[in-house]
């Protein structure tokens, strides 16, 4: 008998969260739209429960090694993180990652509610220095938009010892490319939108956890919160997810070679992907990461008028504010307001798709020239 722990998770993303074997039965998973059931069941209601939200969660769990919750967005799923932690905790958090979150952990300080540390996270030493009263120790690596590289192994094991909780947000890896569960993170969180479903047309997110007790009050935050997923959503999302890792290969080589010419460019300063041998990264991800993933970072010589014409002279990569689904997308992250100051005015984020990579390469070239 094959065990679902043995297999690979490319096997996992086509044969998880499917219906049972039946003769005649479907293959793939129906999409449940009852608000309503009969008395007498585990569910009761319909923001408690729905047979389609179980299937794509199922299929989260075996790639990340967890039971797990979908939400109705990634931030939905970060504000259930938050929700559950008393008044007054401590956060320690990245000082220039995704601008949702860092607004998002302002914002819950300024009302009082938490108290929020920020931190450079690849930075080992400076996150240790702050872990003492820390209650929750939120990692985002790779970080978004500068793509910076945590030493996961060693801040997990350092904040458990230290008695902290550890919450990684693993969206830009994906379990392809590390597995925070195992390295000890008590939370994974995913923005689902992104390379689990992979075809910009939903909007989700999830929460993993092997903690039954954390898992019970996330889910009760999900009940009472109302943050629940939409079943044609997660019927979409599990529809992705099967070909996920396909995708997910064939994005991250592109990544890795238009990182490289990128890197000789001349009106390129600096590119950022610990793909790359000099990047100073490098060694750090390839000690524990499985893969350096398919989004990376560049800043120009020229000026911010420069990098947003270059961003609107594409014609194949598409100028707009998302990552992770099979079509090439960039832009110039400062034009965002929440953005951290520590970033580049110049830094365009670039993630890549699976499109042939010298079609890219053709329309960044031309991009660049427009600068």
Known sequence: MIEENSLHPETLAITSGRPRNTPDGSINSTISLSSTFHAGGVVGYGRYGNETWTDLESAIAALEGGPTLAFSSGMAAISAVFSILPVGAVVTASNQGYSGVMTLLHTLQASGKIEVRSVDVSNSD???????????????????????????????????????????????????????????????????????????????????????ALFSRLEDARKIGGAIPGPFEAWLALRGIRTFPIRFEKAQANALEIASRLSRHPKVDQVFYSGLASDKFHERASSFMAGFGAVLSFTLHSGVAEAEKVCESSKIITHATSLGGVESLWERRRKWSGESQLVSETLIRLSLGCENVEDLWSDIEQALGNA
């Open 126 to 212: 400076e996150v240790l220095a702050v872990l003492p009263g820390t209650a929750l120790l939120w990692l985002e690596s790779p970080t978004n938009p500068t793509l910076a590289i945590a030493d996961l192994p060693r801040l997990i094991s350092a904040a458990k010892d230290a008695g902290c909780g550890v919450a990684v947000d693993n969206t830009f890896a994906t379990p392809l490319g590390q597995k925070p569960l195992v390295m000890g993170a008590d939370i994974v969180v995913h923005s689902v939108t992104k390379y689990l479903a992979g075809h910009s047309d939903v909007i989700l997110g999830s929460v993993t956890t092997k903690d039954p």
